[in-house]
């Protein structure tokens, strides 16, 4: 009898291991500085712990498992564990308000909701309201019911059979209008993603990656772990990011990954240097557009080339610049500043213009791809999922782009209306939409603008209703409550009017005109 076929991410990930299973897997410390040392056996019975506490549930296929933590190993060993029993896993933001993780809860209807012990008292309400059966705690220091409950059951657990298009992950994500979508990702998206970035980026068993990202969105969660665990390479575990104490860490690491406003922090350290930076084989950026004056002072401080890609929630990676020569394209072995590199392998990208033609090489258009990396659909929206591909099965990004004539892809906008702020994403659709609730309000704006630190920061532009006397604080105050901290506008005006073409469409284009210099 032959068994069968394991497509499951989790599966791959546990056969990458070191056959040396005491070497040290995550080195990290506890909330009170002391050092913490997970071997690759470690985690392996750790996660076999909490799946098999999952498995003790008898949930029905394909639950999810909702999740809002802040970052330690343990969130991550939870991670792990969902993929091994099979279960789907839902990373929330821990900035989320209230009003932010009711709305998700009740979208994706959790079998499991997992909360920090400080917010169990609201977070189950919400679940237990929302027909959720199972509510446990996890905390930054290895405290809470989940790891409770998980010491009493077995460190061996076979992975759960999956096949490649069973759902592993829902990543929530927002378009145009409306609220958050999830983003259904099977187990063939991530790990074809992981094992090709894997080689494209030439992981290596004695790599050393400097984890200092969030562990709920796809760089950190997927793009980051997933390699290092491919790589059977260890991780610098950090639970936030500190600027000083990455650049400490760099001289034991190989390889880092941030979003810009990471970059721009580091470069504050008077402490990074060449001699700091002298083992890195590799600095990556990603999530939102790195400026050519981050890429060129990073070179000229550190001697590295930042290695730019790009990607999104729907479809994990999707260009990078080359980290070795790149046989598909002769030659080109630089990593151009400004640019995001090549489609990768198995990645389709084509530029189209607004009528759908494609266009040439140098024409500015509508970014589209295909590949095994591309999501299954949005959760529970079949209408929003068909509106978003083409009939012809390309997945529209939403971004603006450019392929020069040698290859490399160029992001030069977005023609979906969103701020891309210190890498988090904040769309003005949902933001406007608390302020129009306010007291008083009649409408608003709110626009991206330049900032030093985040790249983007959201600006709003507020109408009172005839007789309403507004204060911009008070509007920020009220919003404070309801909204994830990045949301809220970094700066808020009351004006009389809004600019309108003739079609009575706000001109956000001139509001952010306007604004543009405020952080300068
Ligand atoms: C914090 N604040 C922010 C942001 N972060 N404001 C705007 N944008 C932000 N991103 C504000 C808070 O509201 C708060 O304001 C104050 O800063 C301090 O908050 P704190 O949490 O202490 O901030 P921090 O620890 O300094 O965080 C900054 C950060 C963080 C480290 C840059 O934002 C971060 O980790 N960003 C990375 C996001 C990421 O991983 N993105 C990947 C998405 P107040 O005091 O007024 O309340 S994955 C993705 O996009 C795709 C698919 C891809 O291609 O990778
Ligand atoms: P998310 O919704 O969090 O998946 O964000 C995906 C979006 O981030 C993409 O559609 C792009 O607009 C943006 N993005 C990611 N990487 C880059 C990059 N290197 N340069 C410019 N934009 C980027």
New binding site residues.
Partial sequence: MTSARNDSLFAALRAAFPADLDATAIETTAPDGTPLYYTWRDIDRASSRIANLLASLHLPEGSRVAVQVEKSVEALLLYLATLRAGYVFLPLNT?YQSAEIEYFIGNAEPAVVVCTPGNFGWVSKIAFTAGTRHVFTLGEDRNGSLLERAAHHADTHEAACKGAADLAAILYTSGTTGRSKGAMLTHGNLLSNAVMLNDYWGWRRDDVLVHA??IF????LF?AIHAALLGGSKMLWLG??DPNAVVAALPRATVFMG?P??YV?MLGEGALTREVARNMRLFIS???PLLIETFRDWQERTGHTILER????ET??LTSNPYAADKRHAGQDERRGGTVGFPLPGVGLRVVGDDGQGLAVGETGNIQVRGANVFKGYWRMPEKTAEEFTPDSWFKTGDVGVVDERGYVRIVGRSKDLI??????VYPAEVEGYINELPGVMESALVGVPHPD?GE?GVAVVIAKPGAVLQPEAIVAQLKPRLA??K?P?QCYVVPELPRNTMGKVQKNLLRAQYQGLFA
Avoid: D, E
Avoid at 420 to 425: E, T
């Fill in positions: 900035a990202l969030p969105h796809v760089h950190g793009v936030k990011f979003v406003t990471l922090r990603g999530s939102a790009y990607g999104m929630s994990i990676m891309i702020s210190g890498g988090y994403n985040f920061v901290n990045f809220i970094k």
